[in-house]
């Protein structure tokens, strides 16, 4: 991806946020320049990877498998002076985008339409060798209602309602082509990209980044180190 369409997109995310009247801390508003001068106090973003993150799945094709989301809040299951056990996230998703299939091995966590369009949920269960299970129903939790659905069956959230998701359940997210841009929070257990992913088909995490202008704000994966 290039640095202006990462840079258009976190704007773009900003206008949303306000849109809906969601306000941010202020390390989310850090500069660059900023960062360099931010000293140890900011290690916990630092170490646990808060901040601005713009994913095309390292598959080039941002507009049609891409996410923006801000990592809020998060402990670190590696490093025990971190005891949070819950992270929070709030996203950014287009019309025609897709968050690709997939589970965790691990964590649960509660995805909340905060408001915009529709999303297009569609779960499975995981089979012993973490495939598809086409044959067996789904579990669906939504809003504090139980109930059964058909493997792959199409489960709509409209803006307030949210979607249990626990571990083994893949699942897969689009914003329907005629809706808007969605605002998505999630709510969720300790939060471990690196290593409770399982992607259906293989993909990547951060995108390539082709430097054509300078960075709005930087990626939770681009802080420079604590000035002493």
């Not at 089979?127 to 669906?140: A, F, M, P, S, W």
């Amino acid at each position: 991806m290039k640095r202006s369409e990462i840079n258009a997109i976190i704007k773009r995310f900003e206008k949303l946020l306000e849109e809906h009247c969601f306000e941010l801390p202020d390390f989310l508003k850090f500069t660059p320049e900023e960062w360099k001068e931010k000293g140890h106090e900011y290690d916990e973003i630092r170490d646990n990877m808060l901040g601005w993150d713009v994913t095309d799945y390292g598959m080039g094709d941002y507009a049609h498998l891409g996410l923006a989301l801000i990592t809020l809040r998060n402990g670190n299951v590696h490093r025990e002076e971190y005891t949070k056990t819950y992270a929070e996230k709030i996203m950014m998703c287009d019309p025609g985008q897709v968050s690709p299939m997939h589970f965790h091995w691990n964590k649960m966590e509660d995805i909340i339409n905060r408001g915009g369009g529709d999303i297009r949920f569609t779960l499975y269960n995981a089979t012993r060798d973490e495939q598809l299970d086409k044959e067996n129903d789904v579990l669906i939790c939504q809003d504090g209602r139980r109930y059964m659905a058909k493997p792959g069956e199409p489960i709509i959230l409209k803006p307030g309602q949210s979607l249990s998701l626990y571990p083994y359940y893949y699942h897969e997210f689009i914003i329907p082509e005629d809706s808007s841009s969605v605002l998505i929070g999630e709510v969720s257990m300790c939060n471990d990209d690196n290593t409770d992913n399982r992607f259906l088909n293989p993909l990547g995490r951060f995108p390539v980044i082709e430097e054509d202008e300078p960075p709005y704000r930087l990626l939770c994966n681009e802080y420079p180190a604590a000035k002493d």
